[in-house]
C-alpha cells in the first residue's frame, strides 16, 4: 500500500492545454515537496510546502497543500513540450521522518 | 557548482554476477541518499548517511546489497549476487541536513 498516491498515473495533453494533478495519503505530512524528473535525469526539486491550506506558484505551475496537509494539487497552465515528465509529490511526517515518494504523474504534452 | 555524480550510468550484467555503483556528492553536503527506482514508480530510500554514519539502513537487503561512505564523502553501493529483480535506476542524492536534496542522474542496471 503506497503512503502517497497520485492522480492521474498517466496523462497526455495537447500544448496549450491546462491540467491538475494529485497526490493523496490518508496521513498527515509536516511537508510536501513536488519534483520533475526527466527521462534519464534524476528529480529535480520544483517546491515544498509546509503550511496547511498553502499556495505557491511557479511561474505557470500552482501548487497547494491541503487544509489538513494530508493532500496537495499541481496545477499547470498552458502546457508546454518542456514541461513533459514524471511528477512526483514526496513528503514527511514529521522533520526528523525521511522522505516518502509517491508513484508519480507521468505526463505528456503534445506539440 | 558540480551536481551529484554517479557512475557508471549504464551497466549490463548476468544474474548472480556482483556489480558496483559509485556516488560523488556536492562539495560540502554531509548527507548522502541511496535510493531504488522501479519503472512507473517513486524512489524509495535504500540508505542514508550523515557524513560516514549509516543512520537509516533499514530498507537495505543487507543479505546481498552494502554500502559504504569512508572518509564521509564518496559512497559506493554494491551488489553481490545480482537477481533478476535487482533491475532498476539506482539513484544517488545528497543534501545538507534535511534540507532539499539533490539527485545525481542515477545508474540504470539491467540483470539478464
Known amino acids: 500500500t503506497q503512503l502517497l498516491e497520485q492522480s492521474p498515473q498517466f496523462l497526455s495533453i495537447q500544448e496549450g492545454e491546462n491540467l491538475t494533478v494529485y497526490c493523496n495519503s490518508s496521513?498527515?505530512?509536516?511537508?510536501l515537496q513536488w519534483y520533475r524528473q526527466e527521462p534519464g535525469e534524476g528529480p529535480v526539486l520544483l517546491v515544498t510546502?509546509?503550511?496547511?491550506?498553502e499556495v505557491k506558484k511557479l511561474k505557470r505551475l500552482t501548487f497547494q497543500f491541503g487544509d489538513a496537509r494530508k493532500d496537495s494539487s499541481l496545477h499547470i497552465t498552458a502546457a508546454q513540450p518542456g514541461d513533459t515528465g514524471l511528477y512526483l509529490c514526496?513528503?514527511?511526517?514529521?522533520?526528523?521522518?525521511?522522505?516518502?515518494f509517491g508513484p508519480g504523474t507521468s505526463l505528456s504534452v503534445i506539440p | 557548482e558540480a551536481g551529484v555524480v554517479q557512475s557508471p550510468r549504464y551497466k549490463i550484467i548476468e544474474k548472480k554476477q556482483p556489480v558496483a555503483f559509485w556516488c560523488n556528492p556536492i562539495?560540502?553536503?554531509?548527507?548522502l541518499y541511496w535510493y531504488l527506482q522501479n519503472l512507473g514508480q517513486g524512489p524509495e530510500l535504500l540508505i542514508r548517511?550523515?557524513?560516514?554514519?549509516?543512520?537509516?539502513d533499514s530498507q537495505l537487503p543487507k543479505d546481498r546489497f552494502s554500502a559504504e561512505r569512508l572518509k564521509g564523502v564518496d559512497s559506493t553501493l554494491k551488489i553481490q549476487p545480482a537477481e533478476l529483480g535487482d533491475s532498476a535506476v539506482y539513484l544517488c542524492?545528497?543534501?545538507?541536513?534535511?534540507?532539499?536534496?539533490?539527485f545525481g542522474p542515477g545508474t540504470r542496471l539491467t540483470v539478464l
Open positions: 542524492a545528497s543534501s545538507i541536513g534535511a534540507n532539499t536534496q539533490y
Open positions: 496521513s498527515v505530512f509536516s511537508s
Open positions: 510546502v509546509v503550511t496547511g491550506g
Open positions: 514526496a513528503g514527511a511526517r514529521t522533520s526528523y521522518d525521511k522522505v516518502i
Open positions: 562539495s560540502g553536503h554531509n548527507t
Open positions: 548517511y550523515e557524513n560516514e554514519e549509516a543512520v537509516d
